[in-house]
């Protein structure tokens, strides 16, 4: 199959782009020819560029021209699309149905639905905008704290729902998740086009002989819930805790944090494998419904159990018993006695561990992942043909 892959990246460098890279690689494996078109928000520089964007990004008649040509040049199969905002915008999507082309969407993130992307606003969950007005996401100024970026973000959501774009020019959505599945059936997309698609990890590393202490691998942003487990951490002199990221916490959580906390900060994907195999679990302390942090397969791929918010995509891929256990979002003092109860207790660490690694086996290997997106991608070609 001839695949065009396109995607809009980020200034910073996140999980969307290492997912765009692994299934990229992982099509080529299998024998797929594809193609892979990035633009770069590094782009937007300077006054006019941003008005330029504001303007264009529900809708850039100039990228319906661009991917016009590129199809003519490449002649996919199937155009699959990443991240399209704010560069990409919507017109991609109506320009690949006009030409007769299943389009796949991955739904990384609720920047369909919602302005900041998370359902998440003032340090708690905010599905305004699905039961309501997706204004609120303007009122509130959900993208960035800026009104003009919030008002873009709301005239492409607004306009992609009143033209039917996301009923008629998209063929199959990947939804991370069964949750993130629900919100979107809720905030009104097909149901029968979105399928359920984790990502995956090829690289696995062996655990050390003696693992010690727990680790958080994140940005350090409210969202995270990192605050939470320094609070917790108050309460356990007797664990060290690793955390490696960087993020507007930073400073704010290494003066909150006691003697027992190490900040790595940013750390190359060689380094993280090597915390996750001394380590005996990973924290995951998230206020927000996450997608699906590609840490969380990680860890699985290296046996390592996961003690993680009981919310949203958390709740359905952490399943205590098996591969972690849960805490009470945003309760310090219920993190705790579940660390405690945890770490505390080898026979049970072991038995997880197992989970762990069985769930990555399971759910979370390259070939796995792989006949499901050929399989979804099969599905899209189907309806395409149907009309």
Known sequence: MNILILHNSYQQTGGEDAVV??????????????????VSNHAISGLAARATTFLNAPYDPKRKEWLADLVARERPDLVHIHNFFPLLTPAIHEAAAEMGLPVVQTLHNYRLVCANARLFRKGSICEKCLAGSRFWGVAHRCYRGSFPGSLAVVRMQERAFRVGMWHSHVHRYIALTAFA????????????????????????????????????????????????LIKAWRRLPMFPL???????????MRALAPANVMFTGAQEPEEIALHMAKAQALIVPSLWYEGFPMVVAEAFAAGLPIIASNIGSLA???????????????????????????????AALQRLAAGARASYETHYRPETNLAQLERIYAEAIITARMG
């Open 21 to 38: 890279a692994a299934e990229s690689a992982l099509l080529r494996g299998a024998g797929h020819r594809v193609r892979v078109e990035t």
């Open 181 to 228: 599945r629900k919100k979107f059936i809720a905030s009104g997309l097909p149901a029968d086009r979105i399928a359920v698609k984790p990502n995956f990890v090829a690289r696995t590393s062996a655990p050390a002989d003696a693992r010690h202490g727990a680790l958080f691998v994140g940005r350090l942003s409210p969202e995270k819930g990192v605050e939470t």
């Open 242 to 252: 690793t955390i490696a990221g960087s993020g507007p916490e930073l400073e704010s």
């Open 316 to 346: 359905e891929i952490v399943v205590p018993g098996r591969n972690g256990s849960h805490f009470v979002p945003g309760d310090a003092q219920n993190l705790a006695v579940m660390v405690k109860a945890l770490l505390a207790d080898p």
